[in-house]
T-cell receptor, first 114, second 111 residues
Framework: NAGVTQTPKFQVLKTGQSMTLQCAQD?????MSWYRQDPGMGLRLIHY???????DQGEVPNGYNVSRSTTEDFPLRLLSAAPSQTSVYFC?????????????FGPGTRLLVL | KQEVTQIPAALSVPEGENLVLNCSFT??????LQWFRQDPGKGLTSLLL?????REQTSGRLNASLDKSSGRSTLYIAASQPGDSATYLC??????????FGEGTQLTVNP
C-alpha cells in the first residue's frame, strides 16, 4: 500500500492564480480530510469528507473547495490564491467506526503564494 | 470551543533519559486522543490512540496516559534515543469527526 499520497510536493503561485492539490489513498478509507499547518497555529481543519459524494466544512474553509467523486481521491482547490494561503497542506484519511480511528497523513504540499 | 495546549514547546535531553510530554485540553467530552510524531519536512505519523474509556496505551518505549476528567494526557518516552528527535503532537477528537491539534513539543535528544 502507498498509503496517502499528495502532489505536488512544492508549489509557488502568484496571487489570483488557481490550482488543485491532489490527494489519494489506497486503503479504502471512508473519511478524508485536509489540514493546513502554520507556525503558531498548529494544524487546522479545512474540509473533510465521510464518503464519496459527501463533503463538509472544517474550521478554516474560506478560499478552498473540495469534491469527493471517488473513495480514493479528495482534491483541494484554490480558486484565487492569496498570500494568506501560504502554508503546508496535509491530507489525511482513516476508517470510520469505533476503535479504528487512527489517522494516516500524507507527506504534505508546501505552497507559497507571492 | 476545544483548545489543546502542549507544554513544553521545546525540550532538549541527553540520550538515555526518560522524559514526559504534556498535553491538556479544555473540553473533557472527547471520543479519543492521539499522539503523533512529525519529522522535519514530513507528514504526521500516528504513535498511539487512546479511547475515552481507556486510561493508557503502550507501544514499545512509548506510554500514553489519559485523564479525561482533568483534561490531561502525557506521553512517556523511556530511554530516549537520538532517533526520537522530532515534534510530537497530540490531538483530541470531539464532536463529529473533527480533530483538534496542539502546537506540538519539539524534542531533541542529544547523543
Amino acid at each position: 500500500n502507498a498509503g496517502v499520497t499528495q502532489t505536488p510536493k512544492f508549489q509557488v503561485l502568484k496571487t489570483g492564480q488557481s490550482m488543485t492539490l491532489q490527494c489519494a489513498q489506497d486503503m479504502n478509507h471512508e473519511y478524508m480530510s485536509w489540514y493546513r499547518q502554520d507556525p503558531g497555529m498548529g494544524l487546522r481543519l479545512i474540509h473533510y469528507s465521510v464518503g464519496a459524494g459527501i463533503t463538509d466544512q472544517g474550521e478554516v474553509p474560506n478560499g478552498y473547495n473540495v469534491s469527493r467523486s471517488t473513495t480514493e481521491d479528495f482534491p483541494l482547490r484554490l480558486l484565487s490564491a492569496a498570500p494568506s494561503q501560504t502554508s503546508v497542506y496535509f491530507c489525511a484519511s482513516r476508517r470510520t467506526g469505533q476503535g479504528v480511528e487512527t489517522q494516516y497523513f500524507g507527506p504534505g504540499t508546501r505552497l507559497l503564494v507571492l | 470551543k476545544q483548545e489543546v495546549t502542549q507544554i513544553p514547546a521545546a525540550l532538549s535531553v541527553p540520550e538515555g533519559e526518560n522524559l514526559v510530554l504534556n498535553c491538556s485540553f479544555t473540553d473533557s467530552a472527547i471520543y479519543n486522543l492521539q499522539w503523533f510524531r512529525q519529522d522535519p519536512g514530513k507528514g504526521l505519523t500516528s504513535l498511539l490512540l487512546i479511547q475515552s474509556s481507556q486510561r493508557e496505551q503502550t507501544s514499545g518505549r512509548l506510554n500514553a496516559s489519559l485523564d479525561k476528567s482533568s483534561g490531561r494526557s502525557t506521553l512517556y518516552i523511556a530511554a530516549s534515543q537520538p532517533g526520537d528527535s522530532a515534534t510530537y503532537l497530540c490531538a483530541v477528537k470531539t464532536s463529529g469527526s473533527r480533530l483538534t491539534f496542539g502546537e506540538g513539543t519539539q524534542l531533541t535528544v542529544n547523543p
